[in-house]
């Protein structure tokens, strides 16, 4: 028989407000006894916080923050608020654009309650639009080639990925983190501001000698199917960018040199860059100016990597 550990889950909301509220509306089905809820407003341009506050009341807490900070500060917000104030054994971060199966909390904390070194526990992630197909199931990543490798990306579930294993990197769509790696390991390393930031955080949960854990029986469905399968940088379709932010490619560009600069060797690194000043580069580059027609990602991709080249090691 289960206990019910407390659980703090936190949504981070920034002009999403539909999404949360169909994020919210499918936690009230899950079968889990013991949690709150904690949402916070990245500084959205509407009145989401408003309405959230109007139509849940008392039923979950409410961060309201000035101003967008991004993925990291906003969970780092609502984390410190968790600790200080509700105790929680269990902090579980999900993004607003899911919903969830319910017995995926049940599932999860679980499988985490049977290992005290487990630190990271994820769920099976499936699209919204396509709700038997998987979005990953898990993630490595290359550090000769600086690139993530998901998972059963794509793959329709047959059952293929059914099985409970210790895994490198989870996605950071639904992440549970163990009360006790966060006061070993620490917050979000904001220097990320958004991408590459669930990799930053499981590459510490390891270091620091906890495990990850994928559960294939907590279910989750995520909205992002525009990049879930395919990522920006391997889509080659000029309608596809109505769909990619300047922003993302800067952040996602930016952050893979930060995290490679922070983690590889220098064997590592030099072939990263030969990866990426070889091949990936040239490419990316004809992507966006042949491909897409839009100078507005190739200058972000440029900036992107004139900074990560002057980011210093560690």
């Known amino acids: 028989m289960i206990s019910y550990p407390k659980v703090s889950i936190i949504i981070v909301n920034?002009?999403?407000?539909?999404?949360?509220?169909?994020?919210?509306?499918?936690?009230?089905?899950?079968?889990?006894?013991?949690?709150?809820?904690?949402?916070?407003?990245?500084?959205?341009?509407?009145?989401?916080?408003?309405?959230?506050?109007?139509?849940?009341?008392?039923?979950?807490?409410?961060?309201?923050?000035?101003?967008?900070f991004g993925f990291t500060g906003g969970n780092n917000i609502a984390i410190r608020h968790a600790l200080n104030n509700f105790k929680p054994d269990y902090v579980l971060l999900l993004n607003n654009d899911t919903v969830i199966a319910p017995e995926f909390l049940t599932e999860m904390v679980r499988a985490a309650e049977g290992d005290f070194l487990i630190g990271i526990v994820g769920p099976k992630t499936y699209l919204y639009d396509d709700p038997d197909r998987l979005q990953l199931v898990w993630f490595d990543?290359?550090?000769?080639?600086?690139?993530?490798?998901?998972?059963?990306?794509?793959?329709i579930d047959r059952g293929q990925y059914d099985s409970t294993r210790t895994v490198d990197y989870i996605q950071g769509s639904c992440f549970l983190?163990?009360?006790?790696?966060?006061?070993?390991?620490?917050?979000?390393?904001?220097?990320?501001?958004a991408y590459w930031?669930?990799?930053?955080?499981?590459?510490?949960?390891?270091?620091?000698?906890?495990?990850?854990?994928?559960?294939?029986?907590?279910?989750?469905?995520?909205?992002?199917?525009?990049?879930?399968?395919?990522?920006?940088?391997?889509?080659l379709r000029s309608s596809d960018q109505v769909k990619i932010a300047p922003q993302t490619v800067y952040l996602e560009t930016l952050n893979n040199f930060r995290?490679?600069?922070?983690?590889?060797?220098?064997?590592?690194?030099?072939?990263?860059?030969?990866?990426?000043?070889?091949?990936?580069?040239?490419?990316?580059?004809?992507?966006?100016?042949?491909?897409?027609?839009?100078?507005?990602?190739?200058?972000?991709?440029?900036?992107?990597?004139?900074?990560?080249?002057?980011?210093?090691?560690?």
């Open 141 to 155: 990543v290359d550090m000769q080639r600086g690139q993530p490798h998901q998972i059963g990306s794509g793959e």
């Open 14 to 68: 920034w002009n999403g407000l539909d999404d949360t509220i169909e994020c919210l509306e499918s936690i009230k089905s899950i079968t889990y006894l013991n949690y709150e809820v904690i949402v916070v407003d990245n500084g959205s341009e509407g009145n989401d916080a408003d309405i959230l506050q109007a139509k849940y009341g008392n039923n979950l807490t409410i961060i309201r923050n000035d101003k967008n």
């Open 259 to 314: 995290f490679m600069k922070k983690y590889a060797t220098r064997q590592q690194y030099c072939c990263f860059l030969l990866n990426v000043f070889s091949y990936f580069f040239w490419w990316q580059c004809a992507i966006f100016l042949l491909y897409r027609r839009n100078t507005h990602l190739l200058c972000s991709y440029l900036r992107a990597v004139i900074a990560g080249l002057s980011l210093k090691a560690g």
């Open 197 to 235: 930031e669930e990799t930053d955080y499981c590459m510490r949960t390891r270091k620091a000698g906890y495990k990850i854990l994928y559960v294939p029986l907590a279910k989750i469905w995520h909205k992002k199917s525009d990049r879930a399968v395919k990522p920006w940088y391997k889509t």
């Open 177 to 193: 983190i163990k009360r006790t790696a966060i006061d070993s390991i620490g917050l979000l390393d904001e220097a990320y501001f």
